[in-house]
Nanobody
Framework: VQLVESGGGLVQAGGSLRLSCAAS????????MGWYRQAPGKEREWVGG???????TYADSVKGRFTISRDNAKNTVYLQMNSLKPEDTAVYYC????????WGQGTQVTVSS
């Protein structure tokens, strides 16, 4: 199983980014998938998840700003992040939800104030 995150970068507060998670060795259409993040000096935290039926849930800190979607044909999960804040700065990862696969390298998101 391999999960490869991409799309991170440096953005100003209020900006947007779209992250992608390309999965191989696992079919996302039969797995609930989630996005997670780890800020410097903090524990990894759950950001949000999407079920096999497409229902989504989010952490309170990102609700209304982040949107998770999936493309089963591409075996890819997305995280659209709008109205970014400096506190969103972290390395972002995808995994199953709950997470039980090995973690990928993640993608760095840095939000400047």
């Amino acid at each position: 199983v391999q999960l490869v995150e991409s799309g991170g970068g440096l953005v100003q507060a209020g900006g947007s980014l779209r992250l992608s998670c390309a999965a191989s060795g696992i079919r996302i259409r039969i797995n609930a998938m989630g996005w997670y993040r780890q800020a410097p000096g903090k524990e990894r935290e759950w950001v949000g998840g999407i079920t096999t039926s497409g229902s989504t849930t989010y952490a309170d800190s990102v609700k209304g700003r982040f949107t998770i979607s999936r493309d089963n044909a591409k075996n890819t999960v997305y995280l659209q992040m709008n109205s970014l804040k400096p506190e969103d700065t972290a390395v972002y990862y995808c995994n199953t939800d709950p997470s039980f696969r090995s973690w990928g390298q993640g993608t760095q998101v840095t939000v400047s104030s």
